[in-house]
């Protein structure tokens, strides 16, 4: 491999293989491998101020429904390995990282079926009272379309589960585009505010978005998935249909 080469189409924007990382990581020197990477951070983000946050990934349980076809962590709940952590169980993990000078906890996992939103706001409040300094990078609000993000609104509203609007309302001024603003949730806003996403979304993008983590059987589905299906949804959701 011919390293200018490398540095050129990642200057260029190009993303480069695995290999050719590799490659990089074991055969450049640290100080241009450092130089293009400012270079090319510089353009995202003008500036001579870098900083970053050393964090640490935590998983809540390794029990899923989902089944991606690619993961080997998760199984189903009753299964030896299946565990859920335990607030004991973070404690050391999150001394361990402050003693590291880390500040943010990455929390994720699998889907476990019993578990509901109250399971994971009476963590969230646990590990903040215990850990007031922490920042938890748990839930969030995402500016662009996720395929996974409607498969699970799929999931939850043919269970009939009703969105908690007080929370909804409290994450939403959090952060994103309604942050600070003086908003009032309640099931005709959300009503209003998920049409009119719903209307606009590239669904055959979606669907390809989340088809790649979905075992063959459960692929046929997608074909579904448009306005109509998802404005349905919505509708049991708001119980306005
Ligand atoms: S949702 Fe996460 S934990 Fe569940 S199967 Fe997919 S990758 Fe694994």
Sequence with gaps: MNKEKLFYRALAGEALGVDEGLWLYEEAPGGELMAVADE??????????VGWIIDRNI????????????????CKKGDEAAYITTLEEYIPKIEELFRAGGRQVLLQGGMHPQLGLGFYT????????RFPALKLHALLSRPYVKGRDWY???????????PDLALLQNALQQHGPW??????VT???????????IAGIDWRAAQLDVQRFLPTAEQEGLR?????????QLGRVCHIN
């Design 59 to 74: 998983n809540i349980t390794n029990v899923c429904i989902s089944g991606c076809k690619f993961c080997n962590f998760h």
């Design 152 to 162: 699970d609104f799929l999931w939850y509203s043919a269970r009939g589960i009703q």
């Design 122 to 129: 009476t963590l969230f409040r646990q590990l903040k009272t």
């Design 40 to 49: 090319i951070r510089r353009r995202q983000v003008p500036g001579d101020r």
């Design 179 to 184: 942050a600070d603003k003086p908003i009032q």
């Design 224 to 232: 579904a998935w448009g306005i109509d299906l998802f404005m349905q």
């Design 187 to 197: 099931l005709s806003w959300l009503q209003d505010h998920m049409a009119a996403v």
